[in-house]
C-alpha cells in the first residue's frame, strides 16, 4: 500500500480484510461442523452401539492374519493405525483393543527411522500388558541400507529392554553382520517362549560361533535357526520342545541333542557340515517323538547321525532321503507310526528288498509328482502292511491314478464299517494347500468325473475318499 493511501489502495485493503474474516468464519465453521459430525456419528453410526466384545471382534478381523512369528498369513487387511485415522469414535475402538497393538513388525534399513522409539513406545503403550511379538526384518541390504539397521537396531534394542517382561515371541531376519547389536545386551529374556533368526552371509559355510545373541536368561521352549550356530546362542535349553535348525554342523546338532532333555520336535533341514571321520558319541533321547532330516548333503553323513541317536520314544520320522530311510536303525524303526516323504527325493533307485515299516499307520507323501516311480514301489511292494491313513499331493495323485496304482490302493479300503481293518486303508486323503486353481481345474476334467463316481468328500484344501 502507498504511503499517499490512494484511493485504490484503500480499497484493496478492504477486500483483504474481509477475505480475512471470512476466512475465519470458515475455519470456525469447519470446526463446528467437525465437532457436529463427531455427534452425529456417535449417534447413528452402528458400530458405535454394538456392544464392546462384538467390535473389537469384527476390528480384528479386519486386520491382517499373522501367525506365531509376526509374519503375514493372508495379505489383504489394513493396519491398526489406519482403522484408527477414519473417525475419533473408530480411534477410541482400535485405542481401547489392546490386541490390534500386541505385534509389532519393524522394517528397518529401507528409509531413515529415527522415529522407531516414539512408535514403539507409543504402542506398546497401547497394548497394555498383553505379550508382545516382535518381528524385525531389514529390508535394504544396500550398503546404507545396512548402515541404517545397525543404528536402528540399537535403539529397538534399548526399547525392547524396557519392555522385556513381555516379551513373548522374537523373529530376526537379518545378514548376520547387523546382529551384532545384540552382543553386548543384558536384556532379561525370562518371557521369550519363541525365537527365531534367519541369517544370512556370503557363505552358508562362514557361521560365527563367538558371537554371544542372547543369554542364559533365555529359555525358549521353540527356536527356528537358519544359519546361525547353536552354541552362539548362549541360551538355556531346559524349556525347549520345539527346534528347526538350517546350516547346521555335527557340533552344534550334538550339542542340541545332548542338551535339549526337554525336545519331542526336531526338524534338520541341509546340514554338511564337520569331519566325517571323527567317532559319533551315542546319544539316548527319551522325550524325542518326531525328527526331520532333509536335504543333507552327504547321505552317509546323514546315516551316522541317525545311527549315533537312540529315541524310544520317536513316532513320527520326515525325510527327502529314501537311502537314510532304508538304512534307518532298527531301534528308530521299531517305534515309528508315521512318515512324510518330502519332494526333491534323494536316492530314487530303491534297494531291491526295501525294509518293512509293520508299525507305520500313517504315510504323507508330500512331493509333487517327479519322484513316483519310488512311490509306486514304496506303497505296493509291503514296505507298510499296516498302513491306515494315505495323504498325497494332487500332482503324486494325479500321476500315480495314470500309473493305474490308485484303484489297487483303493480295493485296500474298508468297505464295510462293521468289520475289522485287517491291513486296509480307512483314510485316502488328497490335499493341496496352494494349488487351489490346480485342484479346482482337475475337479472339472474327466479325471473328476471319475473321481465323482467313487464316493469322495468335499474339503476345503482338497478331497477325501469315504
Not at 532304508?326 to 534323494?346: F, I, K, M
Amino acid at each position: 500500500m502507498c504511503k499517499n493511501g490512494c484511493q485504490i489502495c484503500t480499497t484493496v485493503a478492504k477486500v483483504d480484510e474481509e477475505i480475512n474474516q471470512a476466512v475465519d468464519t470458515l475455519r470456525r465453521l469447519l470446526d463446528k461442523r467437525r465437532g457436529l459430525r463427531t455427534e452425529q456419528n456417535r449417534a447413528h453410526d452402528l458400530m458405535h452401539r454394538l456392544p464392546v466384545e462384538i467390535r473389537n471382534h469384527i476390528f480384528e478381523l479386519v486386520l491382517p492374519r499373522w501367525d506365531e512369528w509376526g509374519d503375514k498369513i493372508q495379505v489383504k487387511g489394513v493396519v491398526a493405525s489406519r482403522l484408527s485415522s477414519v473417525c475419533r469414535s473408530w480411534r477410541d475402538i482400535t485405542c481401547s483393543n489392546s490386541f490390534l497393538w500386541s505385534t509389532l513388525r519393524l522394517p528397518l534399513g529401507q528409509i531413515s527411522t529415527s522415529s522407531w522409539p516414539y512408535f514403539m513406545v507409543n504402542q506398546i503403550i497401547r497394548s497394555r500388558s498383553l505379550p508382545l511379538t516382535f518381528c524385525i526384518e531389514v529390508v535394504d541390504r544396500g550398503k546404507r541400507g545396512l548402515e541404517r539397521a545397525r543404528k536402528d537396531l540399537a535403539s529397538v534394542l534399548h526399547v525392547m529392554s524396557r519392555c522385556s517382561n513381555r516379551l513373548h515371541s522374537l523373529s530376526l531376519d537379518a545378514p548376520f553382520d547387523t546382529l551384532s547389536a545384540f552382543q553386548h545386551n543384558n536384556i532379561p529374556w525370562h518371557r521369550l517362549t519363541r525365537l527365531r533368526i534367519h541369517s544370512s552371509s556370503q557363505s552358508p559355510h562362514q557361521v560365527n560361533h563367538s558371537l554371544p545373541l542372547m543369554n542364559p536368561t533365555a529359555s525358549p521352549t521353540k527356536i527356528e535357526l537358519n544359519q546361525v550356530s547353536i552354541r552362539s546362542l548362549m541360551i538355556s535349553w531346559n524349556r525347549l520342545t520345539s527346534a528347526t535348525v538350517h546350516c547346521v554342523d555335527l557340533d552344534d546338532l550334538m550339542l542340541l541333542f545332548q542338551h535339549a532333555s526337554q525336545m519331542t520336535d526336531c526338524q534338520v533341514l541341509f546340514f554338511d557340515y564337520g569331519i566325517a571321520d571323527l567317532p559319533m558319541p551315542q546319544i539316548t533321547h527319551h522325550r524325542l517323538k518326531t525328527i526331520g532330516l532333509r536335504n543333507p548333503i552327504d547321505t552317509e553323513l546323514a546315516i551316522r547321525v541317525l545311527d549315533s541317536l537312540t529315541a524310544p520314544c520317536l513316532q513320527e520320522f520326515h525325510t527327502n532321503d529314501v537311502i537314510a530311510l532304508y538304512y534307518l536303525p532298527q531301534r528308530l524303526r521299531q517305534s515309528l507310526t508315521s512318515l512324510t516323504l518330502y519332494h526333491n527325493l534323494n536316492g530314487l533307485e530303491l534297494p531291491y528288498h526295501f525294509a518293512s515299516f509293520p508299525g507305520v499307520t500313517d504315510l504323507v507323501v508330500d512331493t509333487p509328482g517327479e519322484e513316483d516311480d519310488a512311490i509306486k514301489r514304496l506303497l505296493l511292494e509291503g514296505c507298510f502292511p499296516n498302513l491306515r491313513h494315505l495323504t498325497l499331493r494332487l500332482k503324486s495323485f494325479l500321476s500315480l491314478w495314470e500309473m493305474g496304482v490308485i484303484p489297487l490302493l483303493l480295493d485296500r479300503k474298508r468297505l464295510q464299517h462293521d468289520q475289522p481293518n485287517e491291513s486296509k486303508l480307512s483314510k485316502f486323503l488328497v490335499v493341496e494347500r496352494d494349488q487351489a486353481i490346480e485342484f479346482d481345474r482337475m475337479w472339472k476334467s474327466d479325471v473328476g468325473e471319475q473321481l465323482k463316481a467313487l464316493g469322495i468328500r468335499l474339503r476345503e484344501d482338497g478331497f477325501e475318499f469315504i
